[in-house]
């Protein structure tokens, strides 16, 4: 259940002698050979691998001791669409437990447009070339965007379209593979990008990430940049961009 120790230096039977459990046990444990632990020890092994709330929750779910989700993450509510609508200044869109954008308000259509690989930012990560250029902080977005998936990745019952994207991902991403494999797991909060976008050139925006609670699955994320700062009038112009490109089309 438990790969990867999150403490350095600690051996396996260090773990065990923290946690209050045999070695062999835990041995089982790590091997998957063990798969009904109890709350009680769960709880003692995160205390004694020092996990963060998130990779918390996920062992918890691993061990079959929380209670499943009833996802409801296809369709956008008018409400949350209206309340994007609302946010002049910011870049603001939806995804789902596999992060493919369902809704995203003009700015933030114009912010993603050169990043999206079938509606989906995170396949284009790991699978387009363009992605390093338009990230600069590619590397440290790349093992976010992992740990981010590993966590909707452990939720029961699975969902289908994540499962596909991690083993789509896992078959073509020999990046995407190496961070898999290294077993860390959060969920996205607050993150800081530095991007180069193709219209508009290098924004520095914060994104900060929020479960839509009346529909389980779904993440609105919402990017801004400092008041006055020459990002903030980057993203102002992309969202106008976006609208004469509407007009246009129309």
């Not at 002698?17 to 798969?35: I, M, N």
């Not at 369709?75 to 995203?104: C, G, I, W």
């Not at 994207?165 to 607050?190: C, E, I, K, P």
């Not at 990430?209 to 994320?221: A, C, E, I, K, N």
Request: with cysteine; hydrophobic share 45%.
């Amino acid at each position: 259940m438990v790969n990867g120790r999150r403490v350095p230096g600690l051996r396996r039977e260090e773990v065990a002698v923290l946690a209050g459990v045999s070695a062999d046990y835990y041995a089982r444990l790590e091997q998957g050979r063990e798969r009904t632990p109890s709350a009680q020890v769960v709880d003692a092994l995160c205390r004694a691998l020092r996990l963060s709330s998130d990779a918390r929750d996920h062992a918890f779910r691993l061990a079959k001791l929380s209670p499943s989700v009833q996802r409801t993450d296809v369709a956008v509510s008018p409400e949350l669409l209206q309340a994007m609508d609302a946010f002049p200044h910011a870049a603001a869109y939806v995804t789902n437990a596999a992060f493919r954008v369902l809704a995203a308000n003009p700015t933030a259509a114009a912010l993603i447009a050169p990043v999206q690989r079938d509606g989906n930012v995170l396949a284009t990560i790991f699978l387009d070339p363009v992605a390093r250029d338009y990230y600069i902080n590619w590397d440290e977005i790349s093992r976010a965007a992992v740990s981010a998936l590993r966590l909707s990745d452990g939720f029961l019952p699975p969902h289908p379209e994540v499962t596909e994207m991690v083993a789509h991902l896992y078959r073509n991403s020999a990046v995407f593979r190496g961070l898999w494999d290294d077993q860390m797991v959060a969920g996205l909060t607050m993150t800081q990008k530095t991007i180069h976008h193709p219209d508009v050139g290098l924004l520095h925006l914060s994104y900060q990430t929020f479960d839509v609670r009346s529909s389980p699955g779904q993440q609105l994320t919402v990017a801004t940049a400092v008041a006055g700062s020459s990002s903030a009038d980057a993203l102002a112009l992309l969202g106008s961009l976006d609208a004469t490109r509407r007009a246009a089309s129309t």
